[in-house]
Nanobody, 111 residues
Framework: VQLMESGGGFVQVGESLRLSCVAS????????MAWYRQAPGKERELVAD???????NYVDSVKGRFTISRDNVENVVYLQMNSLKPEDTAVYYC??????RGQGTQVTVSS
């Protein structure tokens, strides 16, 4: 299993970013995928997940601002992040069906 995240960056409050995670090494379309994040000094938390058939789940703090989606042809899972806040600053990881994760992508939101 290989997962490669991209799309992070340094943005101002209220701006948007779109994270991507390209997956390989397994039958992507059959499995739930997730985005996690870990901020300095904090535990890793689930941000959002999406089942194989597209059902989604979000942590309360991002509901209405973030959208998880997937492309089962290109084997990519996305996280569209709008109205970013300083508390969204973290390393964001894509997580596969057996707990695999990529190297992460840094998101920094400045006030």
């Amino acid at each position: 299993v290989q997962l490669m995240e991209s799309g992070g960056g340094f943005v101002q409050v209220g701006e948007s970013l779109r994270l991507s995670c390209v997956a390989s090494g397994f039958t992507f379309s059959r499995y739930k995928m997730a985005w996690y994040r870990q901020a300095p000094g904090k535990e890793r938390e689930l941000v959002a997940d999406i089942t194989a058939d597209g059902n989604t789940n979000y942590v309360d703090s991002v509901k209405g601002r973030f959208t998880i989606s997937r492309d089962n042809v290109e084997n990519v899972v996305y996280l569209q992040m709008n109205s970013l806040k300083p508390e969204d600053t973290a390393v964001y990881y894509c997580r596969g069906p057996w707990g695999d994760r990529g190297q992460g992508t840094q998101v920094t939101v400045s006030s």
